[in-house]
Each structure stands twice: as C-alpha cells, then as structure tokens.
C-alpha cells in the first residue's frame, strides 16, 4: 500500500495460489449502505482507489471478476456475493494492509460454469408446448444456495429420490 499525494491508496492482489489464472479481475468498495464508492481493474498485480483512507477502512472491499459489459444490472454488494467475489480483510491491527491475498478455492469459483439446461416452454392456459421456442438463461443460481434453504422434509426426499430408495431406514 502506497499513499500518494493525490490520496491514491494501491493494493497488491497475490493470486500465487492460481497463477494460471487469467480472467480479468477487479476490486469494488462498497460504503456501509451498500452503495459501490469506487472500482479498480487489477494491472500487473495491483489496484489503486482515489478515495481517501478513513473511508476506505470503512468499506466493504470486494475482489472478483470483473461482470460482463452486457449485464444490465449495477454492480452491488448482492452481485458480489453471488459470483463468488471475495470479501477482502484490508486493515490489520487498525492500519491498510500491503497485500491481498486470495485464496485458491475462491479462485476456482471464478470462471463461468456453464452447464446444459432441459426443458420445455408451455402455454400457460392450455400447458401445451410452444414449438420451436428459444429460451435465453440469464442467471442459474448454484445449488448449494438452494439447499441452505429448503426445509429438512425436502432435503431428505430429495436424497430419496436422487438415490432411487423407496424409504427412510432408520439407524438404531
């Protein structure tokens, strides 16, 4: 972390657990109603904000990949969390730490995950097929984030389904 004299604060991001890692990466800070104060592309392994320090310390500091200049939405704290951007720790002890660094099992989660959507678009009225429809998925959550809220009675007849048992044996 350098201080110069137009109050640039620079960040060092080590990415040494994935160095094969090549996505664009970013940082945002975000104030504490949520409200994105300032973003930085990572270049040659640093990032540098033109806030000052006291409301740095503040903030809520967010590495990630940089969202693509297509997606309507802003960029929030919501959005952060939902494409796995890591919460950066920037003070240590009450003063800015000189380097970041990321976790290589944050890093993984990183690239796009595509996977093969089955399915059929009906009518609503009739609930018959529309033919030759063409479907664009904007967003597919991950199913981990589903599971955290489903109740127990769902999670255990899903387990029943997915493993082709007719009943719950109890362990006595």
């Known amino acids: 972390m350098t201080s110069a004299k137009k109050q640039n604060i620079t960040f060092e991001i080590s990415l040494d657990a994935r160095p ?4 664009r990466v970013g940082a945002f800070a975000f104030d504490s109603a949520g409200n994105l104060l ?9 990032i540098s ?3 000052n320090e006291r409301n740095l310390v503040k903030s809520r500091l967010f590495i990630a990949p940089i969202p693509d200049q297509n997606d309507k939405g802003s960029v929030s704290i919501k959005m952060m969390e939902r494409i796995g951007g890591f919460e950066a720790p920037i003070t240590d002890n009450g003063k800015l730490v000189d380097t970041i660094f990321i976790p290589g099992t944050i890093i993984d989660a990183w690239p796009l995950c595509f996977c093969w959507v089955r399915g059929q678009v009906i009518q609503n009225d009739s609930g018959l097929p529309i033919c030759k429809a063409k479907v664009h998925i904007c967003e597919v959550d991950k199913i981990w ?11 255990f007849r899903l387990r029943l389904k997915f493993r082709g048992s007719k009943s719950i044996r109890s362990r006595v």
């Not at 300032?38 to 640093?46: A, F, N, Q, V």
């Not at 984030?145 to 999670?155: F, V």
Request: charged residues 35%; glycine residues 12%; neutral net charge.
């Open 145 to 155: 984030r589903w599971i955290w809220k489903l109740p127990e009675p769902d999670i």
């Open 49 to 51: 904000f033109g806030i």
């Open 38 to 46: 300032e973003k930085s592309e990572l270049k040659s392994g640093k």
């Open 20 to 23: 094969e890692f090549c996505g």
